[in-house]
């Protein structure tokens, strides 16, 4: 009998995953005996409260129970700090599983999500991972663009995506702009408001988009807890969104999507507005003077009303972004390669406390005047 050679049946998965590029974090990796200063991550040099630290110490006994699947009380203390309905709040594992099940939830083959030039990556990987088609609206210097958004939109639009402010550009959109690109979309596209540094805004026509999320049924906000709440190691997000969306949401989130610890210092943290207080003053007494310093050194910084900054080198060969990070790698700190957003000219870097804030500042300095190493190392 003759036999041919049988090519085993691979599984294949949805079309679309080919098309993903996995998330890259950001770097913890330095030179063997050099100390590790991590700015690649938008991480809080403050750590993270007293409370949410006190509240996990006390879990080690009740490790064998299942957690309350509504994270209720966590939700309960999130509609205490923001005056809202706790049943339209939804609690995620950081707000990047929202954000996926949102995509899974609105969009699929055959749909379109807008997301923007530079948006965060996590947008376009959950679209691709949907089965939908991800369609750039360009940015303008750096900061959504409302018009450029709405000129992308289609009959198969589904949902839209902006981080406000951004990452990595770290600029924000006023509130009035906000509220023109909700007026201005189909009722029935969901606009995502990725508010992850919202609590970093110093500017006064700034809205996380609350007051658009109370009035619109399609319009969702996300926040985190591993910014400004210094908690980014046990993923916790949430969303505010309407009655039909947290409903969706409810039924395609793991039954226990959230653990114990996430919900028990999740609440402790957000009750703590002290060290939130503390955290935001820091950053706003360091942020300018870090981009201060930046550009006394000859970099370009976009302004930003986050916890870090897009800092922009020239194109000169020894003097470019990857020679910088060089530099700064040597001397034991890590920025964000900016590559992966199309920005290879471009660093990111954390406010960090303020020794790392000196050194940076400091590094920078050094590397701009061409001292000893720099390029070369
Ligand atoms: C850091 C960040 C988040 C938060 O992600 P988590 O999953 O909550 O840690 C969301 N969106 C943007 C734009 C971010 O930079």
Redesign the pocket.
Known sequence: MQQTDVVPALPKPRAGIERIEAYVPGSAQVAAGVRAIKLS??ESPLGASPAAVAALAGLGTSLALYPDGTAKKLREALAHRYGLDSARIVC??????L?NLLAHAYAGPGDEGIITQYG?L?YKIALLAAGATPVIAREVDCAVNVDAILACVTPRTKIVFI?NP??PTGSFLPFAEVSRLARALPGHVVLVL?A??SEYVTRNDYSAGIELVSRAHNVVM?R????IHGL?AL???WCYASAEICDVLNRIRGPFNMNMAAIEAGAAAIADSKHEAAALAHNARWRPWLAERLQRAGLTVVPSETNFLLVRFPASPGRDAAAADRFLLARGLILRRMEAYDLPDCLRVTIGDEAANHMVADAMDAFMRGDAGAGHD
């Open positions: 991550s938008n995620g594992a950081g707000s990047d599983e954000l965060f996590v981080a951004g990452n990725d992850a540094y996300t985190t807890f591993s910014k980014a993923r916790i997000g």
